[in-house]
DNA sequence: TTGACACCGTACCGAACGGTACGGTACAGC
DNA sequence: GCTGTACCGTACCGTTCGGTACGGTGTCAA
């Protein structure tokens, strides 16, 4: 017949990825309530050929939530020797990114549209959220944390718990606020505040050596 | 004529309030997608009778958002002289209060609801969220905080950095992932677990005199 | 008893939307 | 040139749902 979208690797025609990226737009724009017409529309497509690669109204938001999600780049993680700057200076750029990333458009857009379905209706998009958003995140920090552990600049016992604290300390309730609508979205020098207070109060929590006393503010 | 719900203080009958903790039911059982006249067939009234009530669909959310927001209780703070002791305790009974609230359905349920109108629609039903939870919570906070920095327990600058620490250390990533469908819960050992490591950290970044160095893990 | 009133249950209406079918067009390979 | 194919645009269908209207019932006050 014809390729339906693959279930897990799905290489994307640009045509295709054209009909995501206005699925995109009009996730940002319009939450849930855009209807299948309204992205034919906007992707100059016929609804019918959406039926045909996406299967459904689900599998469009699906494709397209995954193929967000395999967007998202993560910073390198430093080769060399791990110096207590380097180890400060990764994490401080994951917590950068990070936050970034939350707080942008898409991804508000986007965790908000997997939070409504996974609340009613049982299709998958809040495991995929789920997987793509903390735990691949958590993914890629155990190295790091292990790595600064085995070079003696941090002390824990479960990685979990680790990440859980940096989490925390570098998210807080930012992520809520900015899904409730929040309208005060974080300047780019707010976040890097928040980015070097929160690892500067890991390291004050879970770091070994030299703990330079932050001055509290 | 009669009398619609009155925006700010509405002190719903108790007929009322049965048809406000039906809605509730219907957002744990079906988040958004319940219909108008299943609320009617579940509070066995007519629909005639929700309309006269609330005005629309909107209106009948908002008034159960409210009405249960107003429900939420808070531990109360400690009157007494403020030793560690005792701000330590109040901490803890903040952080264990908030994260069963946050974790129970009702709040996971009315989140994804407020969350889902915030992204698409008018409504204002994320700001009530957003005013009755976060900023609720900061502002119960507040005295506590001030209290501790009075008695010399703690020391910051604004109240605001230590909330924004506070809730980053209690809550990390569990409100995210409940929102997202995270099937597993957190019981309640686990949630006294994480609420007191979180009070210990908090204590060992802001707090002031003797630190006891509390064993990561 | 009678009327006003509040309410229930049901039927009804119009709009929006998911999903399908169909005619028309451009382009591939032969 | 011919045929198949992939696609666009639009019309169409069935359902669901928000919102309204209406008849019937219980209650309370005069």
Request: hydrophobic share 45%; proline share 5%; with cysteine.
């Amino acid at each position: 017949m014809d390729q339906k979208v693959s279930p897990d690797k799905a290489p994307f025609s640009s045509r295709q990825t054209e009909v995501l990226s206005a699925v995109l737009d009009l996730m940002v724009e319009e939450g849930d309530r855009f209807s299948m017409a309204s992205v034919a529309r906007r992707a100059s497509c016929s609804k019918e050929t959406l039926y045909k690669w996406f299967g459904d109204r689900d599998g469009l938001l699906t494709a397209t939530v995954r193929w967000q999600a395999a967007k998202v780049a993560m910073p390198p993680l430093p080769e060399a020797k791990l110096t207590r700057a380097a180890f400060a200076a990764a994490l401080g750029a994951f917590a950068v990114n990070w936050l970034k990333v939350l707080t942008g458009d898409v991804s508000v857009a986007l965790n908000r549209l997997a939070i409504a379905h996974a609340g009613s209706g049982g299709s998958d998009l809040g495991r995929i959220v789920l997987e793509n958003g903390p735990f691949e995140m958590a993914r890629r920090l155990e190295p790091v944390f292990v790595a600064g552990r085995d070079a003696g600049l941090v002390e824990f016992d479960k990685v979990e718990t680790a990440f859980r604290s940096f989490f925390g300390l570098v998210v807080a309730d930012t992520q809520t606020r900015a899904l409730l609508g929040d309208t005060s979205r974080p300047k780019q020098t707010e976040i890097r505040g928040w980015a070097a207070r929160a690892v500067d109060q890991f390291l004050q929590l879970y770091g070994t050596a030299p703990r330079h006393a932050a001055k509290p503010n």
